[in-house]
């Protein structure tokens, strides 16, 4: 099992629609999460942190976190086109590096 | 804001050379971290470092090294460059184990 799994995608929403990436993690210690964004070419970009159980609101962006489940997921709301990205979910491990999914594409079709 | 730069954004060497790539954090972060970025496999731990002088390999050490003489900058180093280490290499910089990676801007390297 890997440590932090993110289905591949691709994920197709149509412009507006809510967009929701989920994240689950296998180390029940982890006390960070993060979401970031990469454009194809650039470097990835933080967009959310996360601590705690619960839902945190940032803007059209939303990441919650069930420690109970281990999963972390990011809701993107009345999604746009430039949200077309491929987004990573990243958890800290037990040696206190962040382990990184493989990322979710997400396509915002207009 | 964080600022995390890369001495180059695109790099083309030759099979067999000594690459140098390097790194340096404004923000006098404690770690820092080098990765590479293929498609299919992610973000792959090569080095990082929690203080001055220090490293630790990560997932992927072969064929690399690095150096971390002062505190802002984390160089990682290609002792026999080959082709395949073409690659997207990324530096990351954190204050802690809690806290977000801050990325540079990345730096695309292809071997020749």
């Known amino acids: 099992q890997k440590e932090v799994e993110q289905n591949s995608g691709p994920l197709s929403v149509p412009e507006g629609a809510i967009a929701s990436l989920n994240c689950t993690y296998s180390?029940?210690?982890?006390?960070?999460f993060f979401w970031y964004r990469q454009y194809s070419g650039k470097s990835p970009e933080l967009i959310m942190s996360?601590?705690?159980?619960g839902d945190k609101e940032d803007g059209r962006f939303t990441a919650q976190l069930n420690k109970a489940s281990q999963y972390v997921s990011l809701l993107i709301r009345d999604s746009q086109p430039s949200d077309s990205a491929t987004y990573l979910c990243?958890?800290?491990?037990?040696?206190?590096?962040?382990?990184f999914g493989q990322g979710t594409t997400l396509q915002v079709k207009p | 804001d964080v600022k995390v730069t890369q001495s180059s954004r695109y790099l083309v060497k030759r099979t067999g050379e000594k690459v140098f790539l390097e790194c340096v954090q404004d923000?006098?972060?404690?770690?820092m971290f080098w990765y590479r970025q293929d498609p299919g496999l992610g973000l792959r731990l090569i080095y990082f470092?929690?203080?001055?002088?220090?490293?630790e390999k990560g997932d992927i050490p072969e064929g690399y090294s690095v150096s971390r003489e002062k505190k802002e900058r984390f160089s990682l180093i290609l002792e026999s460059a080959s082709t395949n280490q073409t690659s997207m290499y990324l530096c990351?910089?954190?204050?802690?184990?809690?806290?977000?990676?801050?990325f540079g801007n990345g730096t695309r390297l292809t071997v020749t």
């Open positions: 990351a910089s954190t204050p802690d184990g809690n806290s977000p990676l801050h």
């Open positions: 180390d029940r210690g982890s006390q960070s």
């Open positions: 996360i601590y705690s159980n």
């Open positions: 990243a958890v800290n491990g037990n040696t206190g590096k962040l382990i």
């Open positions: 923000m006098d972060h404690e770690n």
């Open positions: 470092s929690y203080d001055v002088k220090m490293k």
